[in-house]
């Protein structure tokens, strides 16, 4: 569902994004278990670890260094983490969805101000400090480039990739 854009909001500057999202989700949705751990070279990661590092990725910039969303999130952060247990394709849509509408909802209510806003690391003191501007660009270059990792593994193993046009 569409979030209530504020006049002075953040999301017609994210314009696209939207859509890419869409795509990826597209194209993850009727991968089966044998293909979401198909991989480029046998020591780089299957689709099904790159689509839970984006979706680990979106909760840990978004929620746990940006305090975005509730705390029902956490729980996604981790999905990339050794010993997780495999997920579903329906499992990495939803939480594609779940990240996205926390992205979204964000983008729509904060404006040009919000960008100034510094966060620093949760965990590590010794990281530095990154401005919301900084951290919304991250999100988006690293869906971006793991996404385009996803479809070349795709495209390679005859699969029907992200489609970008």
């Not at 999301?11 to 949705?29: E, V």
């Not at 990661?45 to 909760?59: D, E, K, N, Y």
């Not at 404006?111 to 965990?123: C, G, K, S």
């Not at 660009?137 to 495209?155: A, M, N």
Request: overall charge negative; hydrophobic content about 40%; glycine content about 8%.
């Amino acid at each position: 569902m569409p979030q209530t854009e504020h006049p002075l909001s953040l999301s017609p500057f994210y314009k696209g994004w939207d859509i890419y999202q869409q795509r990826l989700t597209a194209a993850i949705a009727p991968l089966t278990a044998e293909q979401l751990n198909l991989r480029a070279a046998p020591h780089q990661w299957s689709v099904g670890i790159l689509i839970a590092h984006i979706i680990a990725t979106r909760v840990g910039w978004f929620h746990r260094r940006m305090g975005e969303g509730s705390p029902d999130l956490a729980p996604l952060g981790i999905w990339d983490e050794e010993g997780e247990i495999p997920r579903s394709a329906a499992e990495f849509v939803a939480g594609l969805e779940t990240t996205w509408q926390l992205i979204q909802g964000a983008l729509a209510r904060w404006t040009f101000a919000d960008l100034e806003q510094v966060f620093p690391h949760p965990e590590r003191e010794d990281w530095p400090a990154r401005s919301r501007q900084y951290c919304i660009w991250h999100v988006l270059e690293h869906d971006i480039h793991h996404g385009g990792e996803i479809s070349s593994i795709l495209g390679a193993h005859n699969l029907a990739a992200v489609e970008l046009g």
